[in-house]
């Protein structure tokens, strides 16, 4: 059974561009997130979607952070504009349940 | 709010020696307890996971043990080895604004030296 996936892996920009992150859940898994974990530190929820639904919002920054999930499989997290705090590791998850499965993440770098 | 907290944040054990990290949580409904392994530049992975209506769980090696009154749950790993060597996150569920979710702590460093 194939993992969750992501691309891309790394990413460098320059403050003031936007990026994109794509993520496709483990199959059948109808419930995906998106996580942020800074260095050191341990990931924290910024959205999760029940199938196309996004549930739980409460800590994507909305002036600057996006999010999809046309058809209820892929998603992708955008930012625009990027800033020089937004460098960490976006990682996206996917769960049947209770238990989640990670991706490999996202490394972005903003310069 | 939400608190969770590890102890210690960082570990240093011999090959074959055991290791304990224990995991405080706030919210007494919290019924969902897993600990995850992250090795430097990969992803966390899920090593093992108790429900509330079970007291201990064990994996081989590895096994939780879950005090709810006390609100805290521990990972142990006996027979350490060196590819035990990695950042280990607890993440109860717990409910933070306005919803159920995993509350990671701040991660617990084990270095395993041969």
């Known amino acids: 059974e194939a993992g969750v996936v992501q691309s891309p892996r790394y990413k460098i920009i320059e403050k003031k561009q936007p990026v994109a992150f794509w993520c496709n859940p483990i199959?059948?898994?109808?419930?995906l997130y998106w996580y942020r974990q800074n260095l050191g530190q341990g990931p924290e929820l910024l959205i999760r979607?029940?199938?196309?639904?996004?549930?739980?919002d409460s800590q994507l920054p909305k002036d600057r952070f996006s999010a999809e999930r046309l058809k209820g499989v892929d998603s992708t997290l955008k930012i625009q504009p990027a800033e020089l705090g937004d460098s960490a590791v976006y990682l996206c998850?996917?769960?049947?349940?209770?238990?989640?499965?990670f991706g490999p993440g996202t490394r972005l770098l903003v310069l | 709010g939400e608190n969770v907290e590890q102890h210690p944040s960082t570990l240093s054990v011999q090959e074959g020696d055991s290791a304990v990290i224990k995991c405080t949580y706030s919210?007494?409904?919290?019924?969902?307890f897993p600990w995850y392994k992250q090795e430097l530049g990969k992803r966390p992975q899920l090593i093992i996971d108790?429900?509330?209506?079970?007291g201990e769980k064990k994996d081989q090696r590895i096994a939780v043990t879950l005090n709810k009154t006390a609100k805290h749950f521990s990972l142990h790993i006996t027979e350490t080895q060196p590819e035990d060597s990695a950042v280990y996150f607890c993440?109860?569920?717990?409910?933070?604004?306005?919803?159920?979710?995993?509350?990671f702590g701040a991660g617990t460093r084990l270095a395993v030296h041969p």
């Open positions: 979607y029940e199938n196309e639904e996004a549930v739980d």
């Open positions: 199959s059948g898994h109808n419930t």
């Open positions: 108790i429900r509330s209506n079970v």
């Open positions: 998850a996917s769960s049947l349940i209770e238990t989640q499965y």
């Open positions: 919210d007494s409904a919290s019924n969902y």
């Open positions: 993440a109860p569920n717990m409910f933070s604004g306005g919803y159920n979710k995993l509350i």
